[in-house]
Each structure stands twice: as structure tokens, then as C-alpha cells.
């Protein structure tokens, strides 16, 4: 069965540095959002991506973030300079419509 | 802005016995609503989703729901629960916009505990 992939599963970086989150959505997808879950709270939603261009974004989705989709598989999400509270697990998922989102295993991103 | 409250932080149920982990949510229109689970280390695995029709769903993993407008809730149901079935259960709205890409609205989640 066809599955979202994200890399690395684990990053650790320092404060003001530049990070970028990949994933691979599933091939016939056309829609692609990232999400985010800080420790113990609840996945809130930062960004979808439809046909080259961002399509929604939330208030936490400010000018530090970018997302891309540099070839016909890959969808990253940038983050130009890490905050401490950037640390969270950061998910990516694909839909076909507006419909039902499948989520990949999310990356675990450390910032100190 | 819609909202979903999951009122249970963590829920202990023995194995075999029956579960049920509620949901309630906020909006205006009608809502697409969804239950994912999420494994230790693992990623947001979908169970269940409504989006019209029959009231009851059922999912994987023997997991059903039933959408009640009247209450604003979608509490999901397993009569009979593994070990294996321990994990974060998240229940999630969307907006049924028709077209776009509008992002999931999810609750905090309920811990599910299952002792032996």
C-alpha cells in the first residue's frame, strides 16, 4: 500500500540555524500539507500545497517557512532560522481531493 | 473556527472489554470528521472517517463510529479491545469547502491504556 515517507526521522539543530524536512507524498496525490505537534499538545495545521502554490496556511505558518515542491515526487519544508520552539514533530501528508489526508511517520526536529 | 474537544486526556480499559473514546466538535457547516491513531514513535494512522451518509462508520481494526448532529459528536467504538490497540486516538474535522486544500482541525488526543 502506498505511503507518505519523511526524512530524516530525527534532526537536531542550534538555534538560528537552516533546516529542511522532506517528504515524499504518494504519487497520485495532488495536495500536500505540513502540520506540526509540539510535546504533549495537540497536530495543528501550517500548510497545504495545490498545483505549485500554497493554497492554505495557518498564523503559525510566518515568513520563516517555506514549503517547495523542487521535483515531481519530493514536497520540503524549509524553516529559515530554528527558534528553541520550533522543537516539535513535524508531519507531512497527501490527499487526492479535500478530502481524506494520509499522514507520513513525522519528523522529530530538536532545535537547541 | 471550528474546534473538537476530546474530553478524555487518558482512558484505562481492560483487554477484552468494550471502549469508547469521545468526540465533540464545532462548526458551522457540515464537517468532514476523521479518527486517526498514533502509535508510540509511529506516525497518524486514519481509522475512520464521515463524510454523509450513514451515521455509523466502520474502520479498521474492528473500530466504528457513529456521527450524531444533534450532539456534535462523533465518539468512536470497539467492543472488544487488544493490547495492541494502546495509543494516542485523535479526532479531526475538515471542512467540507467542496475544493481547496484546507488544513485538518484536530483535538488533543486521549491517551488509551490497556491493562492486562
Known amino acids: 500500500e502506498p505511503e507518505v515517507t519523511q526524512t530524516p526521522s530525527h534532526q537536531v539543530t542550534q538555534m538560528g540555524q537552516e533546516v529542511i524536512l522532506r517528504c515524499v507524498p504518494i504519487s497520485n496525490h495532488l495536495y500536500f500539507y505540513w502540520y506540526r505537534q509540539i510535546l504533549g499538545q495537540k497536530v495543528e495545521f501550517l500548510v497545504s500545497f495545490y498545483n505549485n502554490e500554497i493554497s492554505e496556511k495557518s498564523e503559525i505558518f510566518d515568513d520563516q517557512f517555506s514549503v517547495e515542491r523542487p521535483d515531481g515526487s519530493n514536497f520540503t519544508l524549509k524553516i529559515r532560522s530554528t527558534k528553541l520552539e520550533d522543537s516539535a514533530m513535524y508531519f507531512c501528508?497527501?490527499?487526492?481531493?479535500?478530502?481524506?489526508?494520509?499522514f507520513g511517520p513525522g519528523t522529530r526536529l530538536l532545535v537547541l | 473556527a471550528q474546534s473538537v474537544t476530546q474530553p478524555d486526556i487518558h482512558i484505562t480499559v481492560s483487554e477484552g472489554a468494550s471502549l469508547e473514546l469521545r468526540c465533540n466538535y464545532s462548526y458551522g457547516a457540515t464537517p468532514y470528521l476523521f479518527w486517526y491513531v498514533q502509535s508510540p514513535g509511529q506516525g497518524l494512522q486514519l481509522l475512520l472517517k464521515?463524510?454523509?451518509?450513514?451515521?455509523l462508520v466502520q474502520g479498521i481494526k474492528g473500530f466504528e463510529a457513529e456521527f450524531k448532529r444533534s450532539q456534535s459528536s462523533f465518539n468512536l467504538r470497539k467492543p472488544s479491545v487488544h493490547w495492541s490497540d494502546a495509543a494516542e486516538y485523535f479526532c479531526a474535522v475538515g471542512p467540507y469547502s467542496g475544493g481547496g486544500a484546507d488544513g485538518l482541525t484536530f483535538g488533543k488526543g486521549t491517551h488509551l491504556i490497556i491493562q492486562p
Open positions: 501528508a497527501s490527499s487526492v481531493g479535500s478530502e481524506t489526508q494520509y
Open positions: 464521515y463524510f454523509s451518509g450513514d451515521t
